[in-house]
Antibody, heavy 127, light 107 residues
């Protein structure tokens, strides 16, 4: 079955760095764009960043632009989020999610909803 | 940036009754709208995409409607497992954006 498993969360001091991973299984990882979405404690969902299925395009929310970097290794079926210069307001559960568009052989079908989601990993930025 | 506004913030409904949740976009998102359900301690789950298409495995009591700037999620006969927080999300323009959520609680 399709599965996404995040890891790498933890407690980190302000200004430090952390790298999250999202291991994918049960589908052709290299055919799908991937997103990171976060949720601060008791708050709603905030889209963070996306990477195209082939890594050719990346977009970021203004709140993380210049500090966070999304990447992927299609040979390892793994998505990453490198988070630098962390701030208290980055404290959240970070979810990876698969994009709804499947691309293969130069053609794509579907659209950009998010399904499925991983179980999330908690990042706490605190001194 | 497109702002998504959901109403009401909290909706109290009795089991077996109908629930109607609203989502408004600050500009047209065509039909590029999804609805997600989130239960405490769990990841969100896709319910509806394309404003009105149920995702795989979603019961028929869930239905979505609307286009442009006004959207509705209707749950026809609430079951106990439906009490959760519901989010709408537009995927028409970057940055993709979510509504603030509607908490559906038992009356």
């Amino acid at each position: 079955q399709v599965q996404l498993v995040e890891s790498g969360g933890g407690v980190v001091q302000p200004g430090r760095s952390l790298r999250l991973s999202c291991a994918a299984s049960g589908f052709t990882f290299s055919s799908y764009g991937m997103h990171w979405v976060r949720q601060a404690p008791g708050k709603g969902l905030e889209w963070v960043t996306v990477i195209w299925y082939d890594g050719s395009n990346k977009y970021y929310a203004d709140s993380v632009k210049g500090r966070f970097t999304i990447s992927r290794d299609n040979s390892k079926n793994t998505l990453y989020l490198q988070m630098n210069s962390l701030r208290a307001e980055d404290t959240a559960v970070y979810y990876c999610a698969r994009d709804g568009m499947e691309c293969s052989g130069g053609s794509c079908k579907g659209d950009n909803w998010f399904d499925p989601w991983g179980q999330g990993t908690l990042v706490t930025v605190s001194s | 940036e497109i702002v998504m506004t959901q109403s009401p913030a909290t909706l109290s409904v009795s089991p077996g009754e109908r629930a109607t949740l609203s989502c408004r976009a600050s500009q047209s998102v065509s039909s590029n709208l999804a609805w997600y359900q989130q239960k405490p301690g769990q990841a969100p789950r896709l319910l509806i995409y394309g404003a009105s298409t149920r995702a795989t495995g979603i019961p028929a009591r869930f239905s979505g409607s609307g286009s442009g700037t006004e959207f509705t999620l209707t749950i026809s006969s609430l079951q106990s497992e439906d009490f959760a927080v519901y989010y709408c999300q537009q995927y028409n323009n970057w940055p993709y954006s979510f509504g603030q959520g509607t908490k559906l609680e038992i009356k």
